[in-house]
Structure formats: structure tokens, C-alpha cells
């Protein structure tokens, strides 16, 4: 989510617009007039016509703005229509499934392997819930919050092992399905809040597992070179199409249809990520993974002496 733009410039291009419409409509009425009484006065028809041109050329950009403006609107009204979308689906399956669990301990006994089974399908519920949760104040908080004086610096590989731990747990998959490539040789240190740190890596590893084919297979792995850590997320996905590697970065957006998606999610993820990484004065791009197959995201953040 973007900040919130004011509302004065938008209202002041509107009144300059109307206001040089209503000096071209006088203008030519005056051109008129001075026609229909034979004025040969020369120097007041090229003031008129100096005059007119310029007020031209300012409606023109104004009207351009305009409809620059109104793309933009209904781009971002789609975006929210998908949002919405995405987040009441969000809502409605857990909650859907928590009911019915509730509702099938509570009408009748079960055996306590079945009572332990519920009580695991209700806990993932609730997790799954706390997840969006968190995204949306996550999203909240990085747009209104202002740069550090003295940014802090963080223990890069820590992170990441705490990340790569929560993500495998959280969809079940093995360990072993995130390598993270650390030889413990060098301490990677970036300038940034851990909290910030761990928000951007747990979102790309988020969908790294989610978007990958089954068996997922991610690859972590983190170099520094002339004051700029690297880390690389690596999936075997099916990949994002070319015309799509920025978009994807925008608010809300999410590729395909809401309706036919299987996989959750809000749109939010990889806005956060980038917003972030802005914030900590750094840069993230997505390319196509190796031997062209999967998603590669590198960021690109400032090391810490």
C-alpha cells in the first residue's frame, strides 16, 4: 500500500483547466467580436493568439495528466477488487474449516487420535489466519514508518536459518527442501532491523515453497562483495513470465484469477519485500532460474563493516 496522496494538487489542476477553458471560450469570443467590427489591429491578434496557444498547450497537459490519472485508478481499483478477493478467501476457508472441526468435536465423542487430528487441522487454521493477519499490519507499519537516523545492523545467516526453519514447518515439507548454502567462512552483516530483515525473507521463501512443484527444492545462498551482501532465492517453479518480473512487485497484485487460485495469499508479500528493501537502501530483482526452469530473486543489500 502506497501513502496516501493528497487530494489539493488534483482539485488546483481541475480549477486551472476550467479556468483556461473559460479564457479560450472569451479569447475567441473576442477574436469575434474585434472580426465583426473590422479591427486591423495586428499586435492585439497575435497577443490573442500567443495567449490562446498557451492555454492550449496547458489543457492538453492537463487533459493528459488526467487520463494518466484515471489509468492509474482503475489499474489500482482492479488490484483492490483482487485484494478483496484474495483476502476474503483467505478468511472464509479457515474459518469454514474451523466451524465444521469445531462443530464435529463437539456434537459427538471421538477417539483421541481423531480428537488430536482436529485439534491439528484447527491449530493450522489459526496459524493460517495469524499469517494474514500479520501481513496486513506488516504492510501497515512499513508504509508509515520513518528511516532510522543510524540504520541498525543485523547477523544475516541467523535470520535466514530462523526463516528457512518456520517456512519448512510451517507447510510441512523436510528440512531439506530449503539449502541453505553457508559455509560459516565469513559473518554477513547488513545495515537494517532484524525484524525487517526477517519480514523480506520470510515473504520470498514464503512463496518459494508455495509456488514450487511438488517436493520443492529452494536454494539459499548469500555473498558479499565490495560493501553489497547478495542473497539469492532460487526455486524449481514454474517461473514468472518476463512481462510480469516488475509487476509482480506492485500492491495486490497477484497473477491469474482470484476465482481459480489454489494457492493463498494476499498480494501483499512481495510489496513488503521491496518497500523494505527500498527502506534499507538496497535492490531486488527477479530472473529466471538456472538452465532457464524456476524463479531466481536476488536481493541486494548494503554490508555492514
Known sequence: MEPRRSLGWPILLGVVLIASIIALT???V????????????????WAILAVGVALLVV?????????????KAIALSQRQS????????????????????????????????????????????????????DHLLDAAKTLHRRPAAVPAVTELVP??????????????VPAESIDLEDDGSQALRVKGRAADVEIVF?????????????GP???????????????NVADNGPGIPAGERQRV????????????????????????VRSLVRQMRGSVTVQPGREGRGTLVAVDLPAAP
Not at 535470520?159 to 510441512?172: F, I, K, M, P
Not at 539459499?220 to 542473497?231: K, N, P
Request: glycine content about 6%; hydrophobic content about 45%; proline content about 3%.
Open 26 to 28: 472569451v479569447g475567441w
Open 30 to 45: 473576442l477574436v469575434s467580436i474585434a472580426a465583426a467590427l473590422g479591427s486591423t489591429n495586428a499586435a492585439f491578434y
Open 59 to 71: 489543457v492538453l497537459a492537463g487533459v493528459i495528466v488526467y487520463l494518466a490519472l484515471t489509468i
Open 82 to 133: 483482487n485484494f478483496i478477493d484474495s483476502v476474503t478467501h483467505e478468511l472464509k476457508s479457515p474459518l469454514a474449516s474451523l466451524q465444521l472441526s469445531l462443530q464435529t468435536v463437539t456434537r459427538r465423542p471421538l477417539p483421541a487420535d481423531q480428537q488430536a487430528d482436529f485439534h491439528r487441522i484447527m491449530l493450522r487454521d489459526v496459524q493460517r489466519l495469524d499469517t494474514l493477519i
Open 159 to 172: 535470520v535466514l536459518r530462523q526463516v528457512c526453519a518456520a517456512v519448512t514447518q510451517r507447510y510441512g
Open 202 to 214: 520470510r515473504n520470498l521463501l514464503d512463496n518459494a515453497v508455495k509456488y514450487a512443484l511438488p
Open 217 to 231: 527444492r529452494v536454494r539459499v545462498s548469500a555473498s558479499v562483495q565490495r560493501g553489497r551482501v547478495t542473497v
Open 249 to 272: 512487485f506492485r500492491r495486490f497484485v497477484r497473477l491469474g484469477s482470484e476465482l481459480e487460485r489454489s494457492t493463498p495469499g494476499t498480494g501483499l508479500g512481495l510489496f513488503l
